[in-house]
């Protein structure tokens, strides 16, 4: 059973989540392939099928649209008690596709992997 895309050899769409530049591929990305400093959560679109993104999470099930990567952790809310945590994408807002691709090596030279914990917000 394949885990997804080694992320070292995987080539990303540049994207602005949060004003913060990340990565983006719709695929499934293995997190045994993440280097150390690295942060990775799945996106879950709209139930209407649409292909608008609408939540990033540590992981997504139903409606997976794809895999974010960056140099800081999101800082994600936790509903209800048992809830996993979630954080809500208003995409016209919180989300912008550059028109550009980035390995992931390129993007660590760009915004290199932070060495104190600080929250996208």
């Given at each position: 059973?394949?885990?997804?895309?080694?992320?070292?050899?995987?080539?990303?769409?540049?994207?602005?989540?949060?004003?913060?530049?990340?990565?983006?591929?719709?695929?499934?990305?293995?997190?045994?392939?993440?280097?150390?400093?690295m942060?990775?959560?799945e996106?879950?679109?709209?139930?209407?099928q649409q292909?608008?993104?609408c939540?990033?999470?540590?992981?997504?099930?139903?409606?997976?649209?794809?895999?974010?990567?960056?140099n800081?952790?999101?800082?994600?809310?936790?509903g209800?008690?048992?809830?996993?945590?979630?954080?809500?994408?208003?995409?016209?807002?919180?989300?912008?596709?550059?028109?550009?691709t980035?390995?992931?090596t390129?993007?660590?030279?760009?915004?290199?992997?932070?060495?104190?914990?600080?929250?996208?917000?």
């Amino acid at each position: 059973m394949s885990r997804g895309v080694d992320i070292r050899t995987e080539e990303f769409e540049d994207v602005t989540v949060f004003d913060r530049p990340m990565l983006f591929t719709c695929l499934r990305c293995d997190r045994s392939t993440l280097p150390k400093g690295m942060f990775l959560y799945e996106v879950r679109h709209d139930d209407d099928q649409q292909g608008i993104p609408c939540e990033i999470a540590d992981h997504i099930l139903v409606n997976h649209w794809g895999t974010l990567i960056t140099n800081k952790p999101i800082a994600l809310n936790s509903g209800q008690i048992g809830e996993r945590p979630y954080r809500l994408i208003n995409e016209e807002t919180d989300w912008n596709y550059e028109g550009t691709t980035t390995t992931l090596t390129e993007y660590m030279q760009r915004c290199p992997p932070q060495r104190e914990r600080e929250y996208v917000r």
